[in-house]
């Protein structure tokens, strides 16, 4: 009877119940959607202007995904040392940390965005080859507003992240989705109703980032939050908080870049396939990235929770809270890859792909949906735990490892030599995801990530 009272006792007395939790995860969740079925509407919108435009709307968004995950690592890391902060019961410290955070953030994205606007058709250029002269031009304004937007994606992820270490994550949700309809309202009006082309849609995304990072930073000010950050002028560095800041953000960025440079490299392959396997590869990755939504958000969301357990000294219940958010993620990714299933022949119809390519794609899907509930939680949701915990270099390694050998090399293989069709790209996927989640899951059990300290 004694056991039974000590273990309720000790799970009222978790920083987290399961309803303050769902309270934190689900906006992420939904965050993640949103953002991921809105995250196309430039290209998709600009595509009746003319191939040219799309095409350069398309290459432009390559790039703009490099700078903006480097961001989202930066931000990360002020993510987490501001949790830890809070579970430290440390409030000041957490305003000084998201102070820092906000400042490095806006100072990098500042000089990327010089960087960009001095370099713009000369970067292109390095990184696309010649391509032909109205595909050059339309990218070149394209990524002009773009990289004028930098600044203000890095602040309002900076912001973002801020909240998210609080367990605030309605208010960034809210934001992003009311940004999202405005980019889509925005591009509505000066795409068709002015004539803009590619100039109207880049205008409307550098407006709605505007607005995001606007609105995050006068909600920052409010008092009566954990986190109040006034007087944004006067804010000066602190380099020890820097570096504390960067020693985390620095190596998550590096992974998510190795990341975007692995699918590059996959996309080389693939382009050699012909436009059958072209064509399903593209519809079965669009799908394979809906049913990933849902977890993906759950793991964004742990960090906040580890990082506020490692804080408080609670390392049994960061242990905890990872074991409970894999349970979970599992359950949601079956159900979103059994969803997803069920709507690939349907949507292979709706988006008029040839008989050939939809059932190829449909092939896919259909081995996506059996090995990654077997192989994706794994490979991901301790890796965010672990990170919190200030395990940022040894999930940096793994990754990155893995990616190269299983994901691009053992598919570059599998294509060019023995002359695999678009599975071989899934094969090394399903690889990657295996041989990590077992170091992953191993390195968790030797709680060796628990040794790292990130804040005094």
């Not at 713009?120 to 507003?145: K, P, S, T, W």
Request: charged content about 10%; some cysteine; aromatic content about 10%.
């Amino acid at each position: 009877m004694q056991n039974c009272t000590t273990v309720s006792s000790r799970s009222h007395n978790r920083l987290f119940s399961n309803r303050a939790l769902w309270a934190l995860l689900v906006p992420l969740m939904v965050e993640q959607l949103l953002n991921s079925l809105m995250g196309t509407a430039d290209t998709i919108m600009v595509s009746n202007v003319g191939a040219a435009a799309m095409s350069a709307v398309s290459l432009v968004d390559s790039i703009n995904v490099l700078v903006i995950q480097a961001f989202s690592a930066l931000a990360a890391g002020g993510c987490i040392i501001c949790s830890q902060y809070i579970g430290k019961e440390k409030p000041k410290e957490a305003e000084r940390a998201a102070k820092q955070v906000l400042l490095v953030v806006f100072l990098i994205s500042a000089v990327i965005t010089v960087l960009c606007m001095i370099s713009n058709r000369e970067l292109l250029h390095l990184v696309f080859g010649q391509v032909e002269a109205d595909v050059m031009d339309a990218a070149v304004i394209y990524f002009y507003y773009t990289a004028l937007s930098f600044p203000f994606i890095g602040l309002y992820d900076a912001g973002a992240a801020i909240y998210r270490a609080q367990g605030n994550s309605r208010l960034p949700m809210t934001v992003s989705v009311i940004s999202n309809f405005l980019n889509i309202i925005g591009n509505a009006v000066f795409i068709w109703g002015f004539h803009m082309g590619v100039s109207g849609a880049a205008l409307s995304t550098l407006l709605s980032r505007v607005f995001c990072a606007v609105v995050v930073l006068a909600f920052l000010h409010r008092e009566r939050q954990t986190i109040t950050v006034n007087h944004y002028v006067k804010i000066r560095p602190q380099w020890q908080l820097i570096l504390s800041i960067l020693a985390i953000g620095i190596p998550s960025g590096v992974e998510n870049s190795m990341f975007q440079f692995g699918k590059l490299a996959i996309q080389s392959s693939v382009s050699t396939m012909g436009t059958t396997a072209i064509a399903a590869q593209a519809m079965a990755n669009i799908m394979e990235n809906l049913n990933g939504i849902a977890p993906m958000g759950m793991g964004i969301g742990l960090m906040t929770v580890v990082g506020q357990c490692i804080g408080a000294g609670r390392k049994d219940e960061a242990v905890y809270y990872i074991r409970k958010v894999c349970v979970w993620a599992e359950i949601c990714l079956i159900i979103s890859c059994v969803l997803v299933y069920l709507a690939a022949r349907p949507v292979t119809v709706i988006a008029a792909m040839e008989p050939e390519s939809a059932a190829l794609c449909v092939y896919m899907v259909g081995w996506i949906t059996v090995c990654k509930p077997i192989f994706w939680v794994g490979s991901f949701i301790p890796g965010y735990g672990m990170r919190a915990a200030g395990d940022v270099k040894f999930s940096m390694i793994v990754s990155t490892i893995t990616m190269w050998l299983c994901r691009v090399s053992l598919c570059i293989f599998l294509v060019r030599a023995l002359h695999f069709g678009p599975m071989a790209v899934w094969i090394g996927m399903f690889t990657d995801w295996g041989v990590r989640s077992i170091i992953f899951f191993g390195r968790f059990h030797s709680r060796k990530w628990l040794e790292h300290r990130v804040v005094a």
